[in-house]
């Protein structure tokens, strides 16, 4: 089996990878969240980027511009070298935008094309090759009045400070692509103009790029254009850039520092060699008002995706995300436990082995405080105690957020017992114990019948108090010192966590839809009509407040209240002072 650096294809699990308190994991289609109207990408992204070819090879320019006079439309044009025998069919896959006034011209004149569809979209078939330099030119009509749909949202709460995004989409959305009868990337030189805003894409930062890209990776790519800003880190196992559109409370700079810091420690915490070549790892930081979560992120063609509330801070949930995420691309991506083509059977791994490798690797790297790694797990605990029958998730998010949380606790208790072992070991070893076995058998999938016998072969003697439990979707028994001397594992009543109200989108305003009679929220004083101007709650936390601002009927008002329904039986992480051992920070 190749090894996880030369690997090109990533696959990431169709699953709501869930984060529990810290909001809902993203990625493909079905199943982790997309940004909204930016549309999703593929389960399996090609990461195939590589300098532009010499030019004897057929190469191509796109250039996509938006109409002033028309803000749901855009222009989309091809130039195209030597192509007769490279690019005869072009392929349209979007679902909501529509396309419009094709054509296609060459030396010879204009070219006939013949429309038809096929299972990925509308095809346009040339009635004959291009001769010399070939032109195509189409228009986009994208499914709102206004293409930049997901506008950046105000980073105060009076709103009075805000920057509009240019132009946002999914190359699926607007892009006319080659379908090429040589599969692979050619070379293609892409513009995207919005005026005269910069650009940015999951390839890298600049309105006008370069890239060996193949048509399926250059689909699966996001794309803006407005107030870009951009930081670049070279390091000698390779360069991370990031790029970010518009205000966030927190500097963007520094998020993208850490997290270039992060891909390198969760590279090397699943035994890739500094050196090896690597392809740049990217990161788009997309800011836009959002409800429900503060926050998404997606693995994209060539990293991440974050979409983020402008409001919202980098604080510990998100930071074990965008960990989890990037430890995706080979926990579940270079490598599978279970059936491929059956994902839940590898959900406790992909999402929830994942989940703790990145809370230990944040706590290892120094960017994550006892305090923050204690409330992480006390929200995996918590997932285990959701009452499906109230539960306003459906039951495969449901299944896949306690399948995250039991297999994220079962890696937890594994670390512990690895590491007061005779011969002590760790969760980071075990990994990659698991990506040796795979590449001798030169694999990318191991049996769960593997995966065990791995187990009990690092913990012989407490290898069933693990697998057992895992094996029936519950999670092993928690010793109380897990995170450590300065905290205690409790047990006793504990109040759930509810917000009391639902929220829609009117236009581009956010207004309460409906209050819950007997809540916090209702006693707060929350009506239906009520306009949210701001708002801020951790997910999952009951004992944090929800802080409001909402433009009520007659006065606008700030309210806050404690999301806390009904007490149930629970355990939790607490942290205690034991002075006579050690000394707690």
Not at 45 to 55: D, E, K, N, R
Not at 352 to 372: K, N
Request: negative net charge; charged residues 25%; proline residues 6%.
């Amino acid at each position: 089996m190749p090894s996880p650096t030369q690997k090109q294809v990533v696959r990431v699990s169709c699953a709501l990878a869930a984060v529990l308190s810290t909001g809902l994991a993203v990625g493909c289609t079905g199943a982790l969240e997309a940004p909204r109207d930016h549309g999703s990408t593929p389960c399996a992204v090609a990461h195939t980027s590589q300098p532009v070819a010499p030019q004897n090879r057929a190469r191509a320019t796109l250039r996509i511009s938006t109409v002033p006079t028309a803000s749901a439309l855009l222009h989309g044009g091809w130039q195209l070298e030597d192509s007769a025998e490279k690019f005869r069919r072009f392929v349209f896959m979007g679902k909501e935008a529509t396309l419009e006034d094709v054509r296609a011209v060459d030396a010879r004149g204009p070219i006939a094309l013949e429309e038809s569809t096929s299972p990925e979209g509308r095809v346009y078939t040339l009635a004959r090759p291009f001769e010399g330099r070939g032109e195509l030119y189409y228009t986009v009509r994208m499914p709102t009045e206004d293409p930049a749909a997901a506008r950046v949202g105000a980073a105060s709460e009076d709103h009075s400070i805000a920057e509009p995004t240019a132009l946002r989409f999914v190359g699926r959305e607007a892009l006319l692509l080659p379908e090429t009868n040589k599969p692979g990337a050619f070379p293609v030189t892409i513009t995207v103009a919005a005026g005269e805003a910069e650009g940015a894409s999951s390839f890298g930062w600049g309105a006008t790029q370069m890239l060996e890209e193949t048509p399926e990776a250059l689909r699966a790519a996001t794309w803006v254009s407005g107030a870009i800003g951009h930081a670049d880190f070279r390091a000698a196992d390779g360069s991370d850039f990031a790029a970010w559109d518009g205000y966030t409370t927190f500097d963007p700079r520094w998020a993208a520092a850490e997290t270039a810091s992060v891909r390198a420690l969760t590279d090397e915490f699943v035994g890739l060699v500094p050196g090896e070549t690597r392809k740049a790892t990217s990161m788009l930081i997309l800011p836009e008002h959002r409800t429900g979560s503060e926050f998404a992120v997606r693995l994209g063609v060539r990293g991440l995706i974050v979409s983020i509330d402008p409001r919202a801070p980098w604080a510990s949930p998100i930071r074990i995300r965008v960990a989890q995420a990037l430890l995706q691309r080979h926990m579940g991506g270079a490598l599978w436990i279970g059936d491929r083509d059956h994902e839940a059977t590898g959900y406790f791994f992909s999402e929830g082995f994942s989940r703790a490798a990145a809370q230990m690797i944040l706590q290892d790297g120094g960017t994550l405080e006892p305090d923050d790694a204690a409330q992480a797990t006390n929200s995996l605990l918590a997932a285990l105690d959701v009452d499906a029958g109230k539960s306003d998730h459906d039951a495969q998010a449901l299944r896949v957020r306690k399948d995250t949380a039991t297999g994220a606790l079962a890696a937890l208790v594994l670390d512990y017992r690895l590491r007061k072992g005779a011969k002590p070991s760790s969760l980071r070893k075990f990994v990659r114990a698991l990506f040796a076995l795979a590449e001798a058998s030169k694999r990318d999938t191991l049996s769960r019948e593997e995966f065990d016998a791995t187990v009990r072969a690092s913990i012989p003697k407490e290898a069933e108090s693990i697998l057992g439990p895992l094996a029936k979707g519950d999670a092993p028994s928690l010793p109380s010192d897990l995170l450590g001397p300065c905290y205690r594992l409790k047990s006793g009543p504990i109040a759930s966590f509810e917000l009391g109200f639902e929220v829609r989108t009117a236009g581009e305003k956010t207004v309460i839809e409906s209050v819950l009679p007997g809540t916090r929220a209702a006693s707060a004083g929350l009506v239906r009509g009520d306009e949210i101007l701001s708002l801020d709650y951790i997910d999952g936390r009951a004992d944090a407040p929800v802080r409001m601002a909402l433009e009520a009927p007659n006065a606008p008002k700030k309210v806050s209240f404690l999301p806390k329904g009904k007490s149930h039986a629970g355990r939790w992480f607490e942290r205690t002072h034991a002075e006579h051992t050690v000394a707690c920070p």
